[in-house]
């Protein structure tokens, strides 16, 4: 009994978090040095980062966004992993938006690089500008019901056909209404089960994003904690922690409240990648 015990502490003790979504200066809405990011992440006793700037697929097409400078970023992380060595892991990853508004052209960019890591993530609808700049609180109730069955839509194409390692935020747009209007987007479970039983049958990992908790528009974690409860009694076995860190100070911020929602979830383990290969680790 007493040895058990022992061991089981030792070992929570030793268990080293990650944080595999984190943007720096290439991402468009980022001024953040990768190596601040680095001292950020080991002051909090990270082992392991992934570096995922935006690409936002559809706006890079239509030419109302720019493609970010992946020659610079990939200059950046190799002068931060040698600096890092033996202290830190650095991922190459990518956090791609709208993925399914394009296949092919998503398939050759993730075919650019070789990615430890490739984030799939909805942040606008066809045609619509990023949640993160609508004033959705302006809306009628009707409208948002809209926009949000169109949201769910476009989640459960990436789960279903998207070559992605992981989902992201997935109650992104809850961010961006008022507590009063949430009702406007109902986070469900009968919302999410087509989408989690795609992701479960094709083995894309869930993100348990930490931005909202700490920008303060989400009480805790997303997924919620019966979200992620749920995901796992469909099947689900595969998470990985993400802060959205835009600035250093937010590298790792919340990651252990997240895995400790995943431990209270009956989750055991956590999901790491290697050049898209999935390493299960305990919790
Ligand atoms: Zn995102
Ligand atoms: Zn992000």
Redesign the pocket.
Same mark, same amino acid.
């Given at each position: 009994m007493y040895p058990l015990r022992g061991k089981t502490v030792v070992y929570l003790l030793l268990m080293k978090l990650f944080d595999y979504?984190i943007h720096n200066e290439i991402s468009f809405d980022s001024e953040a040095k990768l190596t601040e990011h680095c001292e950020s992440a080991c002051q909090k006793g990270l082992s392991e980062i992934a570096l995922t700037n %935006?690409y936002e697929l559809d706006m890079v097409l239509l030419g109302t966004a720019e493609a970010p400078d992946l020659a610079r970023e990939e200059a950046l992380l190799a002068e931060a992993k040698e600096q890092y060595q033996g202290k830190l892991t650095l991922l190459r990853g990518i956090?791609v938006?709208q993925p399914t508004y394009d296949q092919e052209a998503f398939r050759k960019l993730i075919a650019q690089r070789d990615y430890d890591v490739v984030?799939g993530?909805q %942040?606008n609808g066809k045609g619509n500008i990023d949640f993160y700049f609508m004033d959705c609180n302006s809306f009628s109730d009707g409208y948002l019901k809209e926009l949000w069955d169109a949201y769910l839509e476009d989640l459960l194409s990436i789960a279903e056909t998207a070559e992605v390692d992981v989902l992201? %935020?997935i109650l992104?747009p809850v961010r961006y209404v008022e507590k009063s209007r949430q009702h406007c987007f109902p986070v469900t479970r009968e919302a999410f089960e087509p989408i989690f039983r795609a992701l479960i049958r094709r083995g894309i990992a869930l993100e348990i994003n930490t931005a909202a908790v700490r920008k303060g528009v989400l009480a805790t974690p997303d997924p919620c904690l019966d979200l992620l409860t749920f995901y796992r009694e469909l099947g689900g076995e595969y998470l990985t922690l993400g802060s959205?860190a835009h600035f250093s100070p937010d590298v790792g911020a919340h990651v252990k409240e997240a895995a400790a929602l995943a431990e209270q979830a009956g989750f055991r383990y956590l999901t790491r990648f290697r050049q898209r290969n999935k390493i299960m680790e305990a919790i």
């Amino acid at each position: 009994m007493y040895p058990l015990r022992g061991k089981t502490v030792v070992y929570l003790l030793l268990m080293k978090l990650f944080d595999y979504h984190i943007h720096n200066e290439i991402s468009f809405d980022s001024e953040a040095k990768l190596t601040e990011h680095c001292e950020s992440a080991c002051q909090k006793g990270l082992s392991e980062i992934a570096l995922t700037n %935006h690409y936002e697929l559809d706006m890079v097409l239509l030419g109302t966004a720019e493609a970010p400078d992946l020659a610079r970023e990939e200059a950046l992380l190799a002068e931060a992993k040698e600096q890092y060595q033996g202290k830190l892991t650095l991922l190459r990853g990518i956090e791609v938006g709208q993925p399914t508004y394009d296949q092919e052209a998503f398939r050759k960019l993730i075919a650019q690089r070789d990615y430890d890591v490739v984030l799939g993530s909805q %942040h606008n609808g066809k045609g619509n500008i990023d949640f993160y700049f609508m004033d959705c609180n302006s809306f009628s109730d009707g409208y948002l019901k809209e926009l949000w069955d169109a949201y769910l839509e476009d989640l459960l194409s990436i789960a279903e056909t998207a070559e992605v390692d992981v989902l992201t %935020h997935i109650l992104y747009p809850v961010r961006y209404v008022e507590k009063s209007r949430q009702h406007c987007f109902p986070v469900t479970r009968e919302a999410f089960e087509p989408i989690f039983r795609a992701l479960i049958r094709r083995g894309i990992a869930l993100e348990i994003n930490t931005a909202a908790v700490r920008k303060g528009v989400l009480a805790t974690p997303d997924p919620c904690l019966d979200l992620l409860t749920f995901y796992r009694e469909l099947g689900g076995e595969y998470l990985t922690l993400g802060s959205d860190a835009h600035f250093s100070p937010d590298v790792g911020a919340h990651v252990k409240e997240a895995a400790a929602l995943a431990e209270q979830a009956g989750f055991r383990y956590l999901t790491r990648f290697r050049q898209r290969n999935k390493i299960m680790e305990a919790i």
